[in-house]
Nanobody, 120 residues
């Protein structure tokens, strides 16, 4: 009974910026981590950035120095600030949350995906 609502995707020119946001709602007991993944056409979904509840973050090598993940714990929301966007960043971006909900087991939840397109 957890859902993730994403926003912020769109089309930008190379060098531009976007900020994605994702809010988790529902019967949430504990969120162990939240993060962003992306999927290129014909490829498997891959990690972009994640932020664990303990404060640890990690990034894909391809986005280090350009993307920043952050969380608003009180709002169960994760953000991805994407700067210096490149055409190679064009993908569907998915929010992910590792959640323990009341009356259920710990599991991953996924957002619906939001398209990020970067033109050259």
């Amino acid at each position: 009974q957890v859902q993730l609502v994403e926003s912020g995707g769109g089309l930008v020119q190379a060098g531009g910026s976007l900020r994605l946001s994702c809010a988790a709602s529902g019967s949430i007991s504990t969120i162990y981590s939240m993060g962003w993944y992306r999927q290129f056409p014909g490829k498997q979904r891959e990690l972009v950035a994640s932020d664990a509840s303990g404060g640890g973050t990690n990034y894909a090598d391809s986005v280090k120095g350009r993307f920043t993940i952050s969380r608003d714990i009180a709002k169960n929301t994760v953000y991805l600030q994407m700067n210096s966007l490149k055409p190679e960043d064009t993908a569907v971006y998915y929010c992910n949350a590792d959640v323990r909900s009341f009356g259920s087991v710990r599991r991953n939840y996924w957002g619906q995906g939001t398209q990020v397109s970067v033109s050259s």
